[in-house]
């Protein structure tokens, strides 16, 4: 069993297999000596690829090209070998009634995980039509016959740029949409957002999935907590800075050159919640604050009128600086002097300290409810 399952990475030697198997353990948050044999036995004993049905919505495209970009395990491994993406607008073989078959057997088969990139069109439903379909009947359709259902990207999990007012579309996230117009008011679709989404995201949340033989908790906007469960700000390599009140005051000055703080000209990074510091982009090569640009609060609900202007300090952060002299006793400042966690202080930057307001009773205030089972 275990040699057949080898093929799941051709040409990987043992050491090799067990190395992408530590790497894979990482995404999904395992750690300690049982990691890598936990992930390498839930591969080796996959009776077959899970099959992926991959639909696109309204939407860049830029979801899937991110999955191209995928490094662990690799974009070839990971369409071809890893999992079964039988059905993808943009990225599979067949094309017309050979693609139609394709997406019709599989979804009748019942045994697939559902993608959604893009969002569903409620308003003027035949701005999204495949095969004759709309993307509101595709999507009901579909998900009900999932075993789970992810929705990648913050068009398909909260309707993205499309559905900045006056949304004239009716842009939803999938969630949303099965909810309310789908009549699904249970339904539960586990978000993956960012803009674009990340395809590390949707690998981990598949893993996560096979390894643990169940879904993962989600927050109260849908998303896993096991990869959206920090702020941004509370894992950002210009958090040193922050903490000493070393700000970029316009872009290219001299903190701009030394690598201080982003917040002054308009990070989001204390209000977003994301890894984009720890899994980074294309390859793990890169993320916004790490090139010169401040976090726009992406994987938040409505961040495209809600963080705007995205280039303007967002209001309601406490600056080390800004700390009174009686609040230095119980406040930032004494904590900061004191070197504690730095996700302690997260909460104390976005006033969730000192207001008694945790940001999750905002993220209530943006969007509806996910995970309602
Ligand atoms: Fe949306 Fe995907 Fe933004 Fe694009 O396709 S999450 S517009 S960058 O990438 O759906
Ligand atoms: Fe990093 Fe932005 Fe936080 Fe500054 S405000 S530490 S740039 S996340
Ligand atoms: Fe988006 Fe901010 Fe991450 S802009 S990609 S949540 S750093």
Redo the contacts with the bound molecule.
């Keep these: 069993m275990a040699h057949e399952e080898m093929s799941l990475f051709p040409g990987l030697s043992r050491r090799d297999f067990l190395k992408t198997c530590g790497a894979l353990a990482g995404l999904i948050g395992l750690s300690g000596p049982m990691a890598v044999p936990k992930v390498a036995n839930a591969l080796e004993q996959l009776a077959k690829r899970p099959a992926i049905v991959w639909s696109c919505f309204q939407e860049c495209l830029g979801c899937s090209v991110n999955l191209l970009q995928s490094r662990k395990p690799g974009p070839a491994n990971l369409i071809l070998q890893q999992i079964s993406l039988n059905y993808h607008e943009a990225v599979m073989a067949p094309a017309g009634s050979q693609a139609e078959k394709s997406f019709r057997d599989t979804v009748d088969s019942k045994d697939f995980y559902y993608v959604v990139e893009g969002a569903v069109a409620t308003k003027i439903p035949e701005a999204i039509t495949i095969g004759g379909k709309t993307s509101m009947d595709i999507c009901k359709d579909t998900y009900q016959k999932a075993k789970a259902t992810i929705a990648i990207g913050t068009c398909a999990t909260y309707g993205g740029i499309q559905a900045a007012a006056p949304n004239p579309t009716g842009a939803k996230g999938v969630g949303d949409y099965l909810r309310n117009e789908g009549g699904i008011s249970d339904a539960v679709v586990i978000n993956s957002p960012?803009?674009p989404g990340n395809a590390d995201d949707t690998v981990a949340i598949l893993l996560y999935a096979i390894v643990n033989k169940k879904l993962p908790e989600l927050d109260s906007v849908g998303r896993p907590k096991f990869l959206f469960g920090q702020l941004?700000h509370d894992n950002c390599e210009r958090r040193g800075h922050f903490d000493a009140g070393e700000f970029v005051e316009v872009f290219g000055d001299a903190g701009s050159d030394n690598g201080w703080c982003l917040y002054k000209v308009g990070c989001?990074?204390p209000i977003?919640y994301?890894p984009?510091p720890k899994t980074r982009w294309n390859g793990n090569n890169s993320?916004?604050?790490a090139a010169g640009g401040p976090?726009?609060?992406?994987?938040e609900p409505d961040f495209w009128d809600k963080q705007s202007p995205f280039y303007e300090k967002t209001p309601g952060i406490r600056l080390p600086g800004d700390i009174t002299p009686t609040q230095i006793g119980v406040g930032l400042g004494a904590l900061t002097a004191v070197g504690i966690g730095a996700h302690f202080i997260g909460q104390a930057a976005t006033g969730r300290l000192f207001k008694g307001a945790p940001v999750e009773g905002k993220e209530d205030e943006m969007g509806p409810k996910e995970g309602g089972k």
């Design positions: 960012r803009c941004v989001k990074g977003a994301a984009c993320w916004p604050v976090c726009i609060g992406c994987s």
